[in-house]
T-cell receptor
């Protein structure tokens, strides 16, 4: 039973390019969360999605960032026109259903470096 | 935005029990206490969670006070590989289901 899979593990982008980060949840999980961790800082919630729906995007920057979780395929976190400040580790987590009695499991993250 | 308070850092001797406290004095009746840890820069690892009763699994024990205003995570026999940042999180049952991480406790297990 594979865990949460994120790819790529490392991504280098030049300023102004687009970054696409993918997250495949655990089998049977239909809820996905994205977090960002800046160097030497804690995890910051970005967005919570269910299949085909964004439930809570209160942590997403207003511009350049978007997320989706289509009916088929992985969840995608998209960052347009990246800037150096976007350099961070991006983690996703998945859970089987809604409800705080259901644990969420994290992937190993994508480390984005903007040069 | 975290609803919990944890010590910034703790040390523990290898082989001894590590007791990590967490205060959540504003916890409400339908909120769960969760513990995760992050080893170096890896993805956070789920440890344990509970609502009212004490819980135990293969990794740790979770002791929740009767008034639920605080809890303690216990690693019964700490090893060097348990060195990590430990996060105590309160999750609301019906509130968008997100988890807000605070600064956590940096546990260092020493030989």
């Amino acid at each position: 039973n594979a865990g949460v899979m994120q790819n790529p593990r490392h991504l280098v982008r030049r300023r102004g390019q687009e970054a696409r980060l993918r997250c495949s949840p655990m089998k049977g999980h239909s809820h996905v969360y994205w977090y960002r961790q800046l160097p030497e800082e804690g995890l910051k919630f970005m967005v919570y999605l269910q299949k085909e729906n964004i439930i809570d995007e209160s942590g997403m920057p207003k511009e350049r960032f978007s997320a989706e979780f289509p009916k088929e395929g992985p969840s995608i976190l998209r960052i347009q026109q990246v800037v150096r400040g976007d350099s961070a580790a991006y983690f996703c987590a998945s859970s089987r259903r809604q409800g705080a009695d259901t644990e969420a499991f994290f992937g190993q993250g994508t480390r984005l470096t903007v040069v | 935005d975290a609803k919990t308070t944890q010590p910034t850092s703790m040390d523990c001797a290898e082989g001894r029990a590590a007791n990590l406290p967490c205060n959540h004095s504003t916890i409400s009746g339908n909120e769960y206490v969760y513990w995760y840890r992050q080893i170096h820069s890896q993805g956070p690892q789920y440890i344990i969670h509970g609502l009212k009763n004490n819980e135990t699994n293969e990794m740790a024990s979770l002791i929740i006070t009767e008034d639920r205003k605080s809890s303690t995570l216990i690693l019964p026999h700490a090893t060097l590989r348990d060195t990590a940042v430990y996060y105590c999180i309160v999750r609301a049952a019906y509130n968008n289901n997100d988890m807000r991480f605070g600064a956590g406790t940096r546990l260092t297990v020493k030989p």
